[in-house]
């Protein structure tokens, strides 16, 4: 993969200040090796914010951000009467998460506006870079929740009482970082956002190929499920009277586990964590709490899978003889993206040079939800061995080069379009 991808326009983004910036956010919640650890509204994050709204400034674009904390920086067209073509994507990383993962989309658009910046190149609608908040859901139950309140999914006074496993409160943490703004949630008008994310997976890579055009996303249930039965003493207690939730969980986790190998090689399916109580040797744990999430690149089988699961639910309740109950669920997935837009990002890719296909993302974007109320768009780059949400995660700066460019000439076309 050449650097351009083959292109031969003269137009391109500065790929070695891209990855300065890719650098030192990097030093921004470091993880135990060579990633992150910057969840959602934590120190870090609000200090990574500080860094790309000041970044924002010396660009000279204006800064607003709303009530849960997704952060809008300007560049004004010259009809600034009209909506923006935005880019952007997320800071916040998981617990062991890699320097990429959503980063990549939002320094990649400030970039594009440091290129047209750097060429006196002016747009007739305005740009804009945007910063969703809590994307991946480490810490704040369910991922994408900025985006999702953004598109009218969740109110602005749920997303705010959300609280994490310590009990800290959605809310205050945005007041505690700084971030709690005051912009309205509902009206923000686009017209048009595009979102460059690493790939997450292997195929890019293994077919050499610099671009992906992502025409849509597995469908995602997700749930979090909790078990309630009685202490008592691992020794002596009889097995008819034990209400062991540990029991009623793992139940569930191997029924999970065996949904996705019934439906393989399609589906996905897992439990991605437990919690128990009081998770002590010599004694039964009375509550436990499991959180599942399955995937699909079809409807049908996704909903088919997810009855499925339900009814494990219950089973593994009665087989465990505890108390389940499912306290929260969500769903993404996306088959909403604009047509006109995949359909401008193959053009560009094709008049530049840019080997590219078509392909579906199998983790869960902002983009999804932001697709429900905003005309919208995908661009996958390459990451090494599909390594992703693991500290070991990686990009070569030479092969990402061609999908910030084809991210810039889409931008471009679509904002100065009559």
């Not at 870079?129 to 810490?139: D, F, L, M, Y």
């Not at 109580?277 to 088919?304: C, F, M, Q, S």
Request: glycine share 10%; aromatic share 6%; with cysteine.
């Amino acid at each position: 993969m050449g650097t351009s991808g083959g292109q031969t326009n003269t137009l391109e983004v500065d790929i070695d200040r891209l990855w300065r910036d890719l650098m030192a956010s990097a030093k921004i919640g470091p993880g135990r090796t060579v990633g992150l650890n910057r969840p959602a509204l934590s120190t870090a994050d609000g200090e990574m914010r500080d860094v790309f709204v000041g970044w924002c400034k010396d660009a000279g674009l204006s800064v607003s951000v709303d009530k849960v904390g997704n952060i809008f920086a300007r560049r004004d067209g010259t009809e600034n009467t009209l909506p923006p073509v935005a880019m952007g994507s997320h800071l916040d990383t998981q617990i062991a998460g890699g320097r990429y993962d959503g980063i990549l989309g939002v320094l990649g658009g400030l970039e594009v506006i440091r290129t047209l910046n750097d060429r006196n190149i002016t747009t007739r609608r305005p740009l804009e870079v945007i910063c969703w908040t809590n994307e991946e859901g480490a810490r704040f139950q369910p991922p994408m929740m900025g985006a999702g309140a953004f598109a009218g999914l969740h109110t602005l006074d749920w997303v705010l009482d959300q609280t994490d496993d310590d009990g800290c409160r959605f809310g205050d943490e945005l007041e505690r970082i700084g971030y709690a703004g005051d912009a309205k949630l509902s009206g923000h008008d686009l017209d048009t956002y595009f979102e460059l994310h690493i790939e997450q997976g292997p195929e890019l890579e293994a077919e050499g190929l610099p671009v992906g055009i992502v025409t849509g996303g597995f469908v995602a249930f997700g749930s979090q499920v909790q078990f309630q039965g009685e202490t008592a003493h691992s020794g002596p207690t009889p097995m008819d009277k034990r209400r062991n939730a540990l029991v009623g969980a793992a139940y569930l986790i191997a029924a999970v586990n065996d949904i996705g190998w019934k439906y393989h090689p399609d589906a996905r399916s897992t439990t991605t964590r437990i919690q128990l109580w009081p998770n002590r040797y010599g004694i039964l744990p009375d509550w436990a709490d499991v959180t599942v999430d399955i995937r699909h690149p079809e409807r049908k089988t996704a909903e088919k899978m997810a009855e499925e699961v339900r009814a494990a639910i219950a089973e593994a309740g009665r087989k465990g003889n505890v108390d389940v109950e499912v306290v929260k669920e969500w769903e993404f997935g996306c088959d909403d993206f604009s047509t006109d837009c995949i359909d401008l990002l193959r053009t560009k890719a094709d008049e530049l040079g840019i080997p590219h296909k078509d392909m579906l993302s199998q983790a869960g974007h902002d983009a999804y939800h932001v697709a429900k109320v905003v005309p919208t768009a995908m661009i996958f780059s390459p990451c090494r061995d599909g390594t992703t949400h693991n500290e070991n995660e990686h990009i070569e700066k030479e092969d990402t080069h061609p999908a910030v460019n084809l991210l810039m000439h889409a931008v471009l076309e679509r904002a100065n379009r009559s």
